[in-house]
C-alpha cells in the first residue's frame, strides 16, 4: 500500500531545501513546502520566484516518479506566535555559539506543523547544538531521516528543535552534491538561489555565501 503521508518540507530557496524537496519528489513522496516571508531580507521576492522555477524543473525531471509537490504555502514572518520561552532558549544557545534567528520562526512554527523538514547539513551550526542527540527513522518513502533524541537532549535544545526532522543532517553539501549527480539533478541545485544581499549576483559576505565557500562550494559564488 501506497504510504499516504505528507512531508512538510521548509524551503528557501537554497542547495539543502531544494536537494530535501528533489530528494523526497523523486522517491515519489507527496511534498509539501513552505517558505517563511520575511520583510527584512532583500532576496525574499528573488526566492519564492526561484522556488517556482525550482518546483516546475523537478516536476518536469521526475514526472514518473508518482511524487506530489504541492503548491508553496507562504508564512509572513510577522503573523508567527511568539513565544518568551522559545525566544529565551534562541538566546541561551545564541550565547553559546552563532545560531540563526531564523530558529526561533522555526521553534514556533513547528509548534502546529510538528515534523516540518528543516534542512540542516553535516557540520553547520545546527548539527553544532543537535549533532550528539539524534536518532534516525526510516520511511518507506523517502529512507532515512532524523529527529531529535528529547529525553537525551538540553531542555533549550529541546525547545527549539524537538519537533523538526532533519533530512540532511547526516550529509554534506558535497554528499549532497554526489548524491544529485548520481540521479541527475546536480543542475537543478545550481539553480538554486542563496545570497541574502542580492538578487543578481552573489554578493560573497552574507552567511548563505560565507558558508558555501566554507562547506565546497564557492565556485557558485562566480556564478
Known amino acids: 500500500m501506497k504510504n499516504e503521508q505528507v512531508f512538510k518540507v521548509f524551503w528557501t530557496s537554497g542547495w539543502d531545501s531544494t536537494f530535501t524537496v528533489a530528494q523526497y519528489f523523486r522517491q515519489g513522496a507527496h511534498v509539501k513546502p513552505y517558505y517563511v516571508y520575511d520583510d527584512n531580507r532583500s532576496s ?25 509537490l504541492d503548491e508553496l504555502t507562504i508564512i509572513k514572518r510577522q503573523d508567527i506566535k511568539q513565544s518568551l520561552r522559545s525566544y529565551f532558549s534562541y538566546k541561551i544557545l545564541k550565547s553559546r555559539a552563532h545560531l540563526g534567528r531564523q530558529y526561533f520562526w522555526l521553534a514556533r512554527l513547528t509548534k502546529e506543523l510538528q515534523g516540518t523538514a528543516v534542512s540542516v547539513h553535516k557540520d553547520g551550526s545546527v548539527d553544532h547544538f543537535i549533532g550528539e542527540c539524534v536518532k534516525e527513522v526510516e520511511d518507506s518513502t523517502v529512507g532515512k531521516y532524523c529527529v531529535l533524541k528529547k529525553n537525551e537532549a538540553d531542555k533549550h535544545v529541546r525547545a527549539l528543535f524537538g519537533n523538526m526532522s532533519f533530512p540532511v543532517i547526516k550529509l554534506t553539501k558535497l554528499d549532497m552534491k554526489a548524491i544529485a549527480e548520481q540521479h541527475g539533478f546536480l543542475d537543478i541545485l545550481h539553480s538554486t538561489w542563496f545570497c541574502h544581499n542580492s538578487t543578481t549576483t552573489p554578493c560573497g559576505h552574507c552567511n548563505p555565501c560565507k558558508s558555501l565557500a566554507k562547506f565546497g562550494l564557492a565556485y557558485r559564488l562566480d556564478e
Open 44 to 68: 525574499r521576492d528573488k526566492e519564492i520566484e526561484s522556488i517556482g522555477k525550482l518546483s516546475q524543473l523537478i516536476k518536469q525531471r521526475f514526472a514518473d516518479s508518482g511524487g506530489q
